[in-house]
């Protein structure tokens, strides 16, 4: 069964930095699009970042542009979120996500993309 498996979650303080690492399979990681998605308590899921299969396109939620980059690294299949300047308002649960249609990733409204990870815990305190 395929999988993404998050890690670099953790507990910062307001202005830190944060990595996100997000593994999976060559098959999988090679042909699709990653991504980013945080969920806080009590708001819905937010889109963070996706960067595509080739890694020549990159996107990013509104309220992460200039603070946080997405990357990967093909010969660990893994992608990464570096995250800075966090604030409280950073906390969420951090979700991987791949599938092979950008567009899905960058238009979903009821999350339904191929493969998503079980989500990492990043608390920012003020």
């Known amino acids: 069964q395929v999988q993404l498996a998050e890690s670099g979650g953790g507990l910062v303080q307001t202005g830190d930095s944060l990595r996100l690492s997000c593994a999976t399979s060559?098959?999988?990681?090679?042909?699709?699009?990653m991504a980013w998605f945080r969920q806080a308590p009590e708001k819905e899921r937010e889109f963070v970042a996706a960067i595509t299969s080739s890694g020549d396109n990159t996107y990013y939620g509104d309220s992460v542009k200039g603070r946080f980059t997405i990357s990967r690294d093909n010969a660990k299949n893994t992608v990464y979120l570096q995250m800075s300047s966090l604030t409280p308002e950073d906390t969420a649960v951090y979700y991987c996500?791949?599938?092979?249609?950008?567009?899905?990733?960058?238009?979903?409204?009821?999350?339904?993309?191929?493969?998503w990870g079980q989500g990492t815990l990043v608390t920012v305190s003020s």
């Open positions: 060559a098959r999988t990681f090679n042909s699709r699009t």
């Open positions: 996500a791949a599938d092979p249609s950008t567009t899905r990733i960058l238009l979903t409204t009821n999350g339904y993309l191929e493969l």
